[in-house]
């Protein structure tokens, strides 16, 4: 039979004996742990992906946008008044003509008679010189028995022949004002032609002078474009005949080629843009199979600019704030403050410092700091696979 003591004792004792068995077995499974081998230690270093670092040779494109116009555009005049007795069928707006084709004719009788009479007046004039001539010759001959003081300019008749080719040139200007008034009674395009008014009609009576249509000229488009300050330093040397691509933006895209005519050589005031005029050959491609870029479409232009040395090209979400994260010889983050000489796309264009060869990180870690150690993606693998062989080795 117990006593209250022994129950007491038995109380304290139990909860002693537990402790100690639970210490003894820690002590027996840690050594246990200790005999299979070493204690493995965990890699905290973050994980980053990196890329060698090289330069290169960019050359610069540079953008702008423009409206495609005419080179220029004339005010059809008739230089004879007359009556309308044909025109083209193409002369329409929005008719497409050829150089040299007859636009509208008007009644020539006139101009023919006109032409006639100054013909036969040119006749009448060279043979009043042949006469003259002729009795200028005679009086040179009578002189030579004559004595010098009785032969004057007036008997060798020098004033009636120089009065006869006077009279010549005279009706020789006659004649070719005559040939001049008859060949505008045929007006011709003077240049491949867009046809944009026609103010005239069959027997239709226009004065010289009248204002009788309006053409563009469809041989050559001109485009001018801003280029902003910042893309202006990075403009070529030689801008006059460089290269450019032409692109209208639609449903459809349509890009031709085209060239840098020149520079206008001033600053707009409001936008203190420079300005600069690209030329397409044969816009409506009368004489080419291209596609047409019809007056009034609005083009993205991209021309050439100069070309930049021993550059790094970098996507943009790897440069902030004009710093670029890199990993040196120890595996340690390092931030370096690089220039951006120009942005293209997505990407930054740095000029200074970075070195050739050296470790960009292409994936940060979530909070980067320099000095931070991390691991090479890809590099971790081939160390762990290593440590595998070794193991085996030892096994």
């Known amino acids: ?11 304290i004792t139990l909860p002693l004996a537990a402790i100690a068995v639970g210490i003894i077995g820690f002590m027996a499974i840690n ?27 960019y050359q610069v ?46 009644d020539k009788q006139q101009y023919q008679a006109a032409l006639l009479q100054a013909e036969a ?7 009043l010189l042949v006469e003259e001539r002729a009795r200028a010759e005679v009086a040179k001959r009578e002189a030579k028995s004559m004595p010098s003081t009785q032969v004057t300019d007036l008997y060798l008749r020098k004033p009636q022949v120089m009065s006869a080719e006077a009279a010549v040139k005279s009706a020789e200007a006659q004649l070719k004002i005559a040939q001049r008034d008859l060949a505008y009674t045929d007006v011709r395009a003077p ?10 009609g069959l ?8 204002e009788v249509g309006e053409l563009y000229n469809v041989e050559t488009a001109e485009i001018n474009l801003p280029i902003a300050g910042f893309d202006a330093m990075f403009l070529p040397a030689e801008l006059a005949g460089s290269q450019a691509q032409i692109t209208s933006r639609g449903a459809v895209s349509l890009t031709r080629s085209g060239t840098i005519e020149r520079d206008l050589g001033i600053i707009d005031q409001g936008t203190r843009m420079s300005q600069v005029v690209a030329r397409i050959r044969d816009p409506y491609s009368l004489n080419t199979d291209a596609p047409a870029f019809k007056f009034g479409t609005y ?30 010889k120890d595996n340690e983050l390092e931030s370096r403050t690089v220039k951006v000489l120009r942005e293209e796309a997505e990407y930054f264009l740095i000029g200074n410092g970075l070195n050739e060869g ?27 696979a290593d440590s595998a062989l070794v193991a085996q080795a030892n096994e």
């Open 203 to 210: 027997g239709q009576y226009v004065h010289q002078g009248n």
């Open 61 to 106: 494109l540079i953008n702008s946008y423009g409206e495609v116009k005419p080179l220029e555009s004339t005010k059809l005049a008739a230089l004879v008044g007359g009556e309308v007795v044909q025109w083209h069928e193409d002369f329409v707006p929005g008719g497409l003509v050829k150089r040299g084709t007859l636009l509208f004719s008007i």
């Open 121 to 127: 007046s040119l006749s009448q004039a060279q043979a």
């Open 31 to 57: 050594a246990t742990a200790s005999d299979k081998g070493d204690k493995v230690e965990v890699d905290s270093r973050p994980t980053v992906k990196v890329e060698a670092l090289s330069t290169e040779d």
């Open 1 to 11: 039979m117990h006593t209250p003591m022994n129950k007491i004792w038995i109380k």
């Open 358 to 384: 050296e470790r960009v990180v292409m994936t940060l870690p979530e909070y980067p700091q320099n000095g931070m150690k991390v691991k090479i993606a890809g590099e971790q693998d081939k160390t762990s």
């Open 191 to 200: 240049y491949d032609a867009l046809v944009i008014s026609r103010n005239l």
């Open 299 to 328: 083009v993205e232009v991209t021309l050439k600019g100069a070309t930049l040395e021993d550059i790094f090209r970098l996507p943009q979400d790897l440069v902030t704030n004009r710093k670029v994260w890199v990993v040196n």
